[in-house]
Nanobody, 124 residues
């Protein structure tokens, strides 16, 4: 069973919105904190957002604060990234991932499981 599967990417005009979803198996969801990263061509994978298991804490990268919202539905083993006011510089492959330690949420090297990625392209 694939640990994490993203969906919802696509092409959108600047100023538009998209919602990404990440479906997880129970073993990669229960007790895990979940994060979103993105990687543009020629750039390192960048932290976007994270949410803890109990949904009491969230964290965002500076470039997306106020525009993106992370959420999770523990009953469905699924979490989401709502992206509003999209900009061309948001264009990237977006990855969902799972991590055990909340203190490591911004460190991509500490994540245990990754999805395959979904392309988001924002046209100007």
């Amino acid at each position: 069973q694939v640990p994490l599967v993203e969906s919802g990417g696509g092409l959108v005009q600047a100023g538009g919105s998209l919602r990404l979803s990440c479906a997880a198996s129970e073993r990669t969801f229960i007790g895990y904190h979940m994060g979103w990263f993105r990687q543009a061509p020629g750039k390192e994978r960048e932290f976007v957002a994270a949410i803890n298991w109990s949904r009491t804490s969230t964290d965002y990268g500076d470039s997306v604060k106020g525009r993106f919202t992370i959420s999770r539905d523990n009953a469905k083993n699924t979490f989401y990234l709502q992206m509003n006011s999209l900009k061309p510089e948001d264009t990237a492959v977006y990855y969902c991932a799972a991590v055990r330690s909340w203190s490591s949420r911004q460190d991509r090297k500490k994540y245990d499981y990754w999805g395959q990625g979904t392309q988001v392209t924002v046209s100007s």
